[in-house]
């Protein structure tokens, strides 16, 4: 079983909806909870960082922390096609070096 | 610089050979990490360097891997006897500090071994 779950989609939605991405982990000492976005053949662009549980908004973009069930969200309202991308969610424990990245969910918006 | 340089941009490569990976970090970056990411898969870690110093190689598959930062800044990523399962993406990323909240990745390079 992998450290972190990811559903690697594709997710298609219609322009305008909400759209919702969420990531399972079994590691309880995670503690920071970051999103990346990668366009094809780009580089991940950091989306979001949460430490511990609780929610972040961010413009369209809110993340959520439900470190009791070991999930975490991300959401995004009205979405636009410049949102179709691969959304990776990662995590790392306190003093650790190294943060693990679910596998990426595709997500198509369609205009 | 403005981001993370890393080049070359693709890279092909009989299998056997040597190859070099260049990372140029952030300015004043001081933490920068090595991933490597397979098609349809989330980046993996291979390396986290703090300063010139390795602070953690675990993710380094085998002893064909090595990578240094010799003076703090930029870093290279050295694959002997290529291959064909090399074959990734090579993601460079770095921090200002440990990276708790987040890292700024590069582009990367695509490694195919033929």
């Known amino acids: 079983q992998k450290e972190v779950e990811q559903d690697p989609g594709p997710l298609s939605v219609p322009e305008g909806a909400i759209v919702s991405l969420n990531c399972t982990y079994s590691?309880?000492?995670?503690?920071?909870f970051m999103w990346y976005r990668q366009y094809s053949r780009k580089g991940p662009e950091l989306l979001m960082y949460t430490y511990s549980s609780g929610n972040k908004e961010d413009g369209r973009f809110t993340a959520q922390v439900d470190k009791s069930s070991k999930y975490i969200s991300l959401f995004i309202r009205d979405s636009q096609p410049s949102d179709s991308a691969t959304y990776l969610c990662?995590?790392?424990?306190?003093?650790?070096?190294?943060?693990?990245f679910g596998a990426g969910t595709r997500l198509f918006v369609k205009a | 610089g403005a981001g993370v340089s890393q080049t070359p941009s693709n890279k092909v490569t009989e299998k056997g050979k040597y190859v070099e990976l260049r990372c140029d970090p952030i300015s004043g970056h001081t933490a920068l990490y090595w991933y490597r990411q397979s098609l349809g898969q989330g980046p993996e870690f291979l390396i986290y360097f703090q300063g010139t110093g390795a602070a953690d190689d675990s993710g380094l598959p085998n002893d064909r891997f090595f990578a240094v930062r010799p003076e703090g800044s930029v870093s290279t990523l050295k694959i002997q006897r290529t291959e064909r399962g090399d074959s990734a993406v090579y993601l460079c990323?770095?921090?200002?500090?440990?990276?708790?909240?987040?890292?700024?990745f590069g582009s990367g390079t695509r490694l195919t071994v033929v």
């Open positions: 990323a770095s921090s200002p500090a440990g990276g708790d909240y987040g890292y700024t």
């Open positions: 990662a995590m790392r424990n306190t003093g650790g070096f190294k943060t693990i």
């Open positions: 590691n309880s000492a995670f503690q920071y």
